[in-house]
């Protein structure tokens, strides 16, 4: 079927992901693609240095340090190597708190854009209000979901859960299946932001002289958590997607931009042409996807009948 056929449905997304999913894909591809860099680093070094160097060997005899800071950071190979195995632990680390943040963006993200187009699930009338409507008329902006998104946000994974089916009726299996797993990577996540990896606790005793030992995370642990929040990700998006978003930010989209149309055209049908022309042309160029021109012209005759 050609675009131009496509019909427009509010509540039917023609997309399969919202435009913060898009947005939340792009961070993680960018994130796996610098985790497999330092893995394929790293293999390529030990297998080239195993040809070569011995434990005990100088390091200034495989490693060209310049600067005369560092030259002699390093006794032999063996110390180097320790401290690139704390480095990949480290990056182990950093790569959870990033998937992490990266979730808590999302969700901040989707969890607003869910309420501010079904703004009726709050009452328990999901489609039934429509928040294109709220902004098309209101002179200001009236959505504050604050308080909602923070405690589907923070906190405990559980309480997290709770709120997030208390607001949306029901969660994806894959976040209620894995309560443990999430407190693990939430308690280990404060770790590193507040503690350079340390338990907190630890850090805090101002009786000892020694650094506590950081924390561990291994590779396979590590992809493990990374596959886990990518499908915990997705799954919310279908669900808010189909129920509560469908084509909200396409809609928003126009809304946003139909101050910069042109009007005043003496023949109305000339005119309703130029802005679904206009609104194609845009879509195209900043949408995630393209429409066609039958798609615009009823998206304008909803928005205008609201």
């Known amino acids: 079927m050609s675009k131009s056929k496509i019909s427009f449905d509010r509540w039917i997304s023609k997309n399969p992901s919202s435009w913060p999913f898009q947005v939340y894909n792009k961070y993680s591809t960018e994130l796996s693609y610098m985790f497999i860099a330092h893995v394929a680093s790293e293999k390529y070094v030990y297998h080239h240095l195993g040809k070569v160097a011995k434990w005990d060997d100088s390091i200034d005899q495989h490693f060209n340090l310049t600067d005369k800071i560092h030259q002699t950071t390093f006794k032999?190979?063996?110390q180097w190597a320790n401290s690139f195995n704390d480095f990949d632990n480290w990056t182990n680390l950093n790569c959870l708190m990033a998937i992490s943040s990266n979730l808590e963006t999302y969700l901040s993200k989707t969890i607003q854009l869910a309420l501010e187009s079904d703004l009726g699930t709050l009452y328990g009338v999901s489609k039934r209000i429509d928040g294109i409507e709220i902004l098309k008329?209101?002179?200001?902006?009236?959505?504050?979901?604050?308080?909602?998104?923070?405690?589907?946000?923070?906190?405990?994974?559980g309480s997290r859960i709770n709120a997030f089916v208390k607001i949306f009726g029901t969660a994806p299996t894959v976040l209620t299946d894995n309560i443990s797993a999430l407190e693990k990577m939430r308690k280990l996540r404060n770790n590193i932001g507040h503690a350079f990896g340390r338990e907190i606790e630890e850090t805090r005793r101002h009786d000892v002289i020694s650094a506590p030992k950081i924390s561990k995370l291994s590779r396979d642990k590590t992809i493990y958590y990374m596959k886990l929040i990518y499908a915990i990700s997705r799954e919310i998006d279908k669900?808010?997607?189909?129920?509560?978003?469908?084509?909200?930010?396409?809609?928003y989209f126009y809304h946003s931009m139909k101050d910069s149309l042109s009007?005043?055209?003496?023949?109305?049908?000339?005119?309703?042409?130029?802005?679904?022309?206009?609104l194609k042309k845009q879509i195209g160029k900043f949408g995630p996807s393209s429409v066609g021109k039958n798609f615009c012209k009823e998206l304008i005759e909803y928005y205008e009948q609201l």
């Open 137 to 157: 008329h209101s002179s200001f902006n009236s959505f504050d979901f604050e308080d909602k998104i923070i405690s589907c946000t923070k906190g405990e994974w």
């Open 239 to 251: 669900q808010l997607l189909a129920n509560h978003i469908g084509e909200y930010q396409i809609v």
């Open 263 to 278: 009007n005043g055209d003496p023949i109305p049908a000339r005119e309703r042409g130029n802005h679904i022309a206009v």
């Open 76 to 78: 032999d190979v063996k």
